[in-house]
Structures are given as C-alpha cells and as structure tokens.
C-alpha cells in the first residue's frame, strides 16, 4: 500500500509569512501525528489528530497549529514565521493507541 | 519530566565488531520504548519496541527498568547497518513520541 506522503517537498518562505504543509496519511490510518527536526533541537512533537480530534500536543507556541479532515488528511500551519521554524516537518500516521507509526518523506521549510 | 539521552552522537565500528548504541530514559511511570531508524535517504522506520521482544536484522533491545536503560545491540556489524538511530519513549497506548537526539552508526569495511 502507499505510504504516507507529504506535500511540499521543499518550501521558503520569508519572516512574517504563514505556511501550511499537508500530509496524506496511509489508507485505513486515523491517527496523524506532526514532528519538527532541527539540528538543534532533534525530533520534538508538535500534535496528533485522531478522528478530525487534536488528542495531544506538544509545547510549541500558539502559532503552530494543524486540522484533520474527514478523509484523515491533516495540515499544519506556522503563521507569522521566524527564522527559527526552518526545520523538517515530519508526519506519521498509525492506526492509532499502541499501532505502529510510520512516518513520511518530510517538509524541508526554509525561512529567509 | 520524560527524557531520552543517547550520549553518543557517533559510533564508528568495523565490519564484524559488536554494536552496542546506548539509550537512557527518564519517565514517571511504565512507558514504551522504541528504537527508530533512518538510513540515508529514507525515511525515519521503527526498527523495534520493547513490547515485541523481536530481533530485527540481528538487532536486540533488553529494557532495564533498574538503569532505566535501552540500549540497542547487535553482536557482527554489516556495512549495511550503517545509519542514522532515534531511541524514542511514549506513554503505553499512545502516540506521542519523546526522542532522543540520535547517534550515527558508521559501520566501516
């Protein structure tokens, strides 16, 4: 089956701007959950969503924020971009609880 | 506070030599405890978890609850090993991940 893809690939953008990445989760998968990898900061969790439902976030501001659709597509959006969001956007998605992640490709976002 | 620290950034071995990629947790509770992979120009894979009790391409992951510990070994490196590996914890039943920083493994002819 297909995996979980991601969309953009590559993205810049300049301080100030708004962003909004996609993620395509596996067919059958409801859970979706983002990640941030820098260099410094390593992978840190951003949220999940289960059922269109965020379940948990992670300690990011409030200008990191995402939705589920009915499909189990999610999107994230940064707004009011910093030089400091230049990172991989990484998402997974599982079937949920205990179930196995499986993450995607990733969003290389670059903030000029 | 959930804390996962891999005091290694990089393990270089040669081929044949034993692995040993060690992983320390910090966790009020039980948690669960993965070991992720990513292999150049891949995406990041669970390679194991400790509830499964599985070898994975030779790997094994003995959780010690005493050392809150989660080292990750194999006993003959192969070249082919050679990557990139996250220690990660969530709380049981759920998705959430707590990396650690990761440490590269260069397995060298």
């Known amino acids: 089956k297909a995996g979980v893809t991601q969309t953009p690939r590559y993205l810049i953008k300049t301080r100030g701007q708004q962003v909004t990445l996609s993620c395509s989760p596996i067919?059958?998968?409801?859970?979706v959950s983002w990640y941030q990898q820098t260099p410094g900061q390593g992978l840190q969790f951003l949220f999940e969503y289960f059922s269109e439902t965020q379940r948990n976030k992670g300690n990011f501001p409030g200008r990191f924020s995402g939705r589920q659709f009915s499909n189990s597509r999610s999107e994230m959006n940064v707004s009011t971009l910093e030089l400091g969001d230049s990172a991989l956007y990484l998402c997974a998605s599982s079937l949920g609880g205990a179930n196995e992640q499986f993450f995607g490709p990733g969003t290389r976002l670059t903030v000029l | 506070a959930q804390r996962v620290t891999q005091p290694e950034k990089l393990l270089s071995v040669f081929k044949g030599a034993p692995v040993e990629l060690k992983c320390n947790y910090s966790y009020s509770g039980s948690p669960e405890l993965f070991w992720y992979v990513q292999y150049s120009r891949q995406r990041l894979q669970l390679l194991l978890r400790h509830i499964s009790r599985e070898s994975i391409k030779g790997f094994t992951a003995d959780l010690n609850k005493g050392e809150t510990s989660f080292h990750l070994k194999k006993p003959f490196a192969q070249e082919e090993d050679s990557a990139m590996y996250y220690c990660a914890l969530s709380k049981t039943g759920f998705q959430k991940l707590v990396f650690g920083t990761g440490t590269r493994l260069l397995v060298s002819p």
């Open positions: 067919s059958g998968h409801r859970s």
